[in-house]
């Protein structure tokens, strides 16, 4: 793979690892806001639906999981699958430590050995080619 192709990959999968965990912690916010359903009436569901789509903070999240999305296709139509999915789980790791930092949320110990094991194998694979077939 060239230089600038694996520049190109690299930058991409940065890009898709931000949008990816702030859109989710965005929508985990902006859900929060909402509250837990308990009434599954038609009108209950009604008023929920206008308070989730009323939301700033579920509208910024669908809109950086749509970049995530674009830029998960782009970086696929020249690097493997194999790589990229792997490589972009940097993500759960990210998601953990925005949840601890910004929603306040406790992650365990356990937890936290998780994300230590996501990262080294996130490490292994971005050692690898992006592209292992001819273009």
Request: proline share 4%; net charge positive.
């Amino acid at each position: 793979m060239n230089p600038d192709r694996r520049k190109k990959t690299y930058i991409m999968l940065l890009m898709m690892v931000f949008f990816s965990s702030f859109g989710n912690i965005l929508l985990s916010k902006g859900m929060k806001g909402i509250g837990e359903v308990q009434d599954y009436s038609p009108l209950a569901l009604a008023y929920l639906f206008t308070k989730t789509f009323t939301s700033g903070a579920i509208w910024l999240g669908i809109v950086s999981l749509l970049i995530f999305f674009i830029c998960n296709m782009l970086v696929l139509s020249w690097a493997d699958y194999s790589f990229v999915q792997p490589a972009s789980a940097i993500g759960y790791a990210l998601v953990a430590l925005l949840g601890y930092l910004l929603l306040g949320e406790f992650v365990s110990p356990l937890r936290w050995v998780g994300v230590g094991l996501i990262s080294a194998g996130v490490a292994l694979v971005s050692g690898t080619e992006p592209r292992t077939t001819k273009e």
